[in-house]
């Protein structure tokens, strides 16, 4: 995974980053690669790195509002060390889950074009053949969702997002669907605390199972 560091493939993707890279010379500002333990049984995956939080600091959902409720119920659950991601340097460490995004790099207004969805997919269908331990995967979003659809060879229309649905993959694995704890959808409560403790109450009941 680390060519991805490297990846220029999305010509409007890239020529953003080199523009943060020079207004924020401190960011990390490259593609953001998965975080956490390599042999896990789950797979987050999110819609893209945040401009001042994962594109800032170089992890999945740190450093930004959308991870404040992902680390804290990941902590709660037993997947994280700490409930709190502020730095890659801060210790922080995952339990039987790894992080990811649909897509690596820091799109414009946090909107990925169809065709960079497309193109990045091809590293998100690495990961999932990479791990044959990962029984569960959670999408954060209909982005999320449809990236893990693609990854898995299922057309777009295969299975309908839904918070808190419960989809069977046709290589057995099991994907659970989401809101996206962006600041958005909490604040509008469209996806509260309670909310996000079920689905990953469901996923612990699926691991333990």
């Known amino acids: 995974m680390n060519d991805l560091l490297d990846c220029t493939a999305c010509p409007r993707l890239a020529g953003f980053l080199a523009e943060v890279r020079t207004r924020q010379p401190g960011y990390h500002a490259r593609p953001v690669l998965p ?6 049984r789950l797979l987050v ?34 997947f994280a060390t700490r409930p709190e991601s ?18 690596k790099c820091l799109p414009p207004e946090n909107k990925p074009l169809p065709a960079e969805i497309r193109r990045c997919n091809d590293y998100l269908a690495g990961e999932l053949a990479a791990a044959p331990g990962l029984r569960v995967i959670l999408a954060l979003g209909l982005v999320a969702h449809k ?4 990854a898995s060879g299922l057309p777009q229309a295969a299975l309908a997002f839904a918070h808190g649905a419960r989809h069977v993959l046709p290589d057995g694995r099991v994907l659970f669907d989401s809101y996206h704890c962006s600041r958005y959808n909490t604040q509008t409560r469209r996806l509260t605390d309670a ?6 109450r469901k996923i612990r009941d699926e691991l333990d199972a």
């Open 86 to 103: 502020v730095a890659a340097s801060d210790g922080l460490r995952l339990t039987d889950c790894r992080i990811t995004n649909a897509v």
């Open 45 to 78: 995956v999110g819609l893209a790195p945040g401009m001042h939080g994962a594109n800032r600091t170089g992890r999945p959902f740190t450093g930004d509002y959308a991870g404040i409720l992902l680390y804290a119920t990941l902590h709660e659950f037993g």
């Open 195 to 200: 909310g996000f403790r079920d689905v990953f």
């Open 147 to 150: 990236a893990v659809l693609m």
């Open 35 to 40: 975080f956490g333990d390599p042999q896990a």
